[in-house]
């Protein structure tokens, strides 16, 4: 056979074999399995062989030349770097008849870039399960596992000569809690991947009780020999709680400027809703005068706290839970309230029955009163308009017509959530109005003097 149709020969493999340039024979019921490491390694393939004993390996050729290969490995802290020599070649590749496991190959074909990859002898970690249980060292914060089987890590070392480890992708499968970040705690499934088994396993206990699955590994599961075992069930010790505060806005505390949202002028109607999980028994609102609750004002035993904030000042609420035996605590989010000072502001003039809108409503201007009273009189002393309402007003009608313009007389008597009494007396000019609701303009209300 001429050169050329070896050459020939050689190139169409090569496109057949569509960039699998290294290929396995003599492997029995299992495929090899091929995993793409990451570009840093400098490898192009990792080889997984289910028992390397009686395989050959074999480099296709490109070029229609043997290609040289090489032994590296990790060993002492050193990369470790030996020829290959036991090689056969039949015109179209280059084969190893005898492989050496857990190792890498450099393979150089002519003036080509070389070709690394290592091969895994998978029986030397053969994965085995038999038993596992739980550890309730710290049920709290951690929950780890003892199991009964082998499952070792698989290393490799990179073109670099760094050890790395091959993710045998070991799933341990159980269900827990997950906050919607809403008002609700929803059970989904969780499955946390492991490398090997030689560290143990430890993951953040589930906050309902659950059963776990530990299957393994990845390769098996290739094979269709995935093993998997059950552990007893699982009752959890472990606590947490969402929360919630929503405040009914009224009056001015829509005004209040706040950075979360609470608080602004008195009163202040906040309803607090605590969502605990499946292993809370002892639940508590607590209320202090300082963000580390050294100063604890109130405590509420139960999930909803329906509270009006009266007093100014700063105040600090949070939802605290616990499990029956009080051994894992949970604390939910810190809400800051802050209710403002008082403030009362009474102005003298105003334009009811303006077709412009504007300033005709006699209001007062406040913040945090937490009682209130209003009267207004005319000039004889007849009480024209009383409301406790501060955010109300009077619209300069007195039993349901515009009153005429003039000078009119308010008293009003407040309390501020800070204790400060408020008793303010003065007058209200009512400036001529432009065409009003009863269809008159200028002068032209009701009189409500004495001649009424």
Not at 98 to 120: D, L, M
Request: with cysteine; hydrophobic share 35%.
């Amino acid at each position: 056979m001429n050169k050329k149709l070896i050459s020939l020969m050689a190139a169409a493999l090569a496109l057949l074999s569509a960039g699998a340039q290294v290929t396995f024979t003599n492997v029995g019921d299992y495929p090899v399995i091929e995993v793409t490491p990451e570009p840093t390694t400098g490898l192009d393939k990792i080889f997984v062989v289910y028992d390397t004993q009686g395989v050959s390996m074999s480099f296709n050729s490109s070029t229609g030349e043997p290609a040289t290969w090489e032994n590296f490995y990790y060993q002492n802290g050193s990369l470790v770097i030996e020829p290959v020599t036991d090689l056969r070649w039949n015109g179209m590749a280059t084969t190893l008849d005898k492989i050496t496991p857990n190792i890498g190959y450099k393979i150089q074909e002519g003036s080509n870039h070389p070709y690394y990859c290592w091969v895994v002898n998978y029986a030397d970690y053969y994965l085995e399960l038999n038993d596992m249980f739980f550890i309730d060292d710290t049920p709290c914060s951690l929950l780890s596992f003892r199991v009964d089987g082998t499952a070792h890590k698989i290393p490799y070392t990179t073109v670099n000569g760094h050890s790395r480890v091959l993710d045998r992708e070991i799933t341990l499968t159980y269900n827990t809690l997950v906050w919607d970040d809403s008002t609700h705690w929803q059970e989904q499934p969780i499955v946390d991947s492991f490398e090997s088994l030689d560290e143990g396993i430890q993951i953040d206990p589930p906050l309902c009780n659950t059963v776990f699955l530990l299957s393994g590994d990845q390769f098996l599961r290739q094979w269709v020999l995935e093993e998997t075992i059950e552990s007893q069930y699982y009752q959890t010790q472990a606590v947490s709680c969402g929360s919630s505060a929503v405040q009914e806005m009224r009056g001015n505390n829509n005004e209040k400027g706040l950075d979360n949202g609470l608080g602004g002028s008195a009163p202040v109607h906040i309803v607090f809703t605590g969502y605990p999980t499946d292993a809370v028994v002892y639940r508590v609102w607590e209320m202090a005068s300082d963000p580390d609750f050294e100063d604890i004002i109130l405590q509420y035993n139960q999930d909803e706290v329906d509270y009006t904030f009266n007093d100014a000042g700063t105040y600090y609420m949070r939802y605290r839970v616990a499990n029956a035996a009080g051994t894992c605590e949970f604390y939910g989010e810190t809400y800051t309230i802050t209710v403002s000072e008082s403030e009362l502001v009474c102005p003298n003039v105003f334009s009811p029955g303006s077709t412009e809108g504007v300033n005709d409503v006699w209001k007062v201007s406040y913040k945090s009163l937490v009682d209130f009273h209003c009267w207004i009189f005319n000039r004889w002393g007849t009480c024209v308009c009383e409301f406790t309402d501060p955010g109300s007003g009077w619209d300069g009608t007195y039993k349901g017509r515009l009153v005429d313009t003039g000078v009119y007389y308010y008293v009003v008597t407040a309390t501020g959530s800070d204790g400060v009494k408020y008793k303010k007396r003065g007058d209200i000019t009512i400036l001529r109005y432009k065409k009003g609701a009863n269809g008159t303009s200028g002068g032209g209300g009701m009189d409500t003097g004495g001649g009424y």
